[in-house]
């Protein structure tokens, strides 16, 4: 399973950048998994920054990136690739980006099925992608 983030680069505040992540090497079930982005700044944590997940309705974004940021996905045969819209890119959005699936999910006894979330133990990462970006 190889996951491979690119797109990162060195930028000028209110730039955009569009990152991609290709996932390969087993076929990803797209109806039980969930696929995230990631980033870490130096000296900080790493933080979740969106999830396209297929137990939920809605792309989640982290707060500070919600309306400058979109996640995308596309399938072709067997590959998919998520994007990473980045747009009026701050500062502040610098660092490494990483993505991430779960394909194992999580139990949910209130539901009785398996739910797929970006929030606890992603099963596979990718090596990440340098954002950086000049004020």
């Known amino acids: 399973v190889q996951l491979q983030a690119s797109g990162g680069g060195l930028v000028q505040t209110g730039s955009s950048l569009r990152l991609s992540c290709v996932v390969s090497?087993?076929?990803?079930?797209?109806?039980?998994?969930?696929i995230g982005w990631f980033r870490q700044a130096p000296g900080k944590e790493r933080e979740g920054v969106s999830c396209l997940s297929s137990t939920s309705s809605e792309t989640y974004y982290a707060e500070s990136v919600k309306g400058r940021f979109t996640m995308s996905r596309d399938v072709a045969g067997s590959t998919v690739t998520a994007f990473l819209q980045m747009n009026g890119l701050k500062p502040e959005d610098a660092g490494v980006y990483y993505c991430?699936?779960?394909?194992?999910?999580?139990?949910?006894?209130?539901?009785?099925?398996?739910?797929?979330?970006?929030?606890?133990?992603?099963?596979?990462w990718g090596k990440g992608t340098l954002v950086t970006v000049s004020s």
């Open positions: 090497g087993f076929t990803l079930d797209l109806d039980r998994s969930a």
């Open positions: 991430a699936v779960d394909t194992s999910g999580t139990w949910s006894s209130v539901s009785g099925s398996y739910y797929y979330t970006c929030r606890y133990g992603m099963d596979y």
